[in-house]
């Protein structure tokens, strides 16, 4: 039986890194509250804001109003208002 050919040592191909595409994360503490901004070039990707109390939320521009729009999360699903309408 032959011995098995041994695979030439190539390196791999160099990875491009565009520094302008990754985004500029700024971070902001400020009585308890954290807020991370995103930027790609300067333009305004995402918001996160962690309250103190309470579960962590995102500001997503609106393209169209030139707004924030609140949520959850990047998942753009349906949001089911869960307010109480009754109580026995």
Not at 15 to 40: F, H, N, S
Not at 54 to 63: A, H, M, S, V
Not at 67 to 77: H, Y
């Amino acid at each position: 039986m032959p011995p098995p050919s041994e695979a030439p040592d190539v390196a791999p191909p160099p990875v491009a890194e565009d520094l302008e595409l990754a985004p500029q994360v700024t971070i902001t503490k400020k009585d308890g509250e954290t807020v991370e901004e995103a930027r790609v070039n300067g333009k305004l990707m995402w918001v996160k804001v962690t309250p103190r109390h309470g579960r962590p939320y995102y500001l997503l521009p609106d393209p169209i109003e030139g707004t924030l729009i609140r949520r959850e999360g990047f998942d753009p699903g349906l949001r089911v208002p869960l307010w109480v309408l009754f109580s026995f």
